[in-house]
């Protein structure tokens, strides 16, 4: 096998510049944004998310978890969930395939004038350098 360069597996990651003017887009649905601003906050795969349920996160006081769909937990900021508005019963997110989620994003980076393809997986790898981008 080719050994493929570090370059080659990073390329669909978002930039600094790409996340500002994403994140400054009035993108029409505010699933994909609530959705992005999730990945962005938590590091959280899109598969996790699309099953995440209400049921699935429990308060802790300074922070929170998330019962993932593998049996495993994984620790939420308080920020994270208060983005994701008022609390519900049945699952967090309205249900769409991984394709419609991925057609949103696309129309979203789009509308925000980013002309390469960037996944909300490509989101989740921005967490360590996050910081100052996500206004309240």
């Known amino acids: 096998l080719e050994r493929i360069s570090d370059g080659q597996t990073m390329g669909r990651m978002i930039d600094d510049e790409e996340l500002k003017v994403l994140l400054a887009c009035n993108y029409p649905d505010a699933e994909i944004r609530r959705m992005a601003c999730l990945i962005l906050l938590t590091g959280l ?33 308080m920020e994270a969930i208060e983005r994701l508005g008022p609390s519900g019963r049945g699952y967090v997110f309205i249900r769409r395939g991984r394709a419609q989620w991925s057609f949103h994003m696309k129309e979203w980076t789009r509308a925000a004038g980013i002309s390469r393809c960037i996944g909300l997986d490509g989101l989740r790898r921005r967490l360590p350098t996050l910081e100052g981008y996500l206004s309240p």
Not at 63 to 76: E, N, P, T
């Open 45 to 77: 795969r899109l598969k996790d998310v699309m099953n995440m349920k209400w049921e699935d996160i429990v308060d802790e006081g300074e922070i929170a978890h998330v019962k993932l769909a593998s049996g495993r937990k994984a620790f939420i900021s």
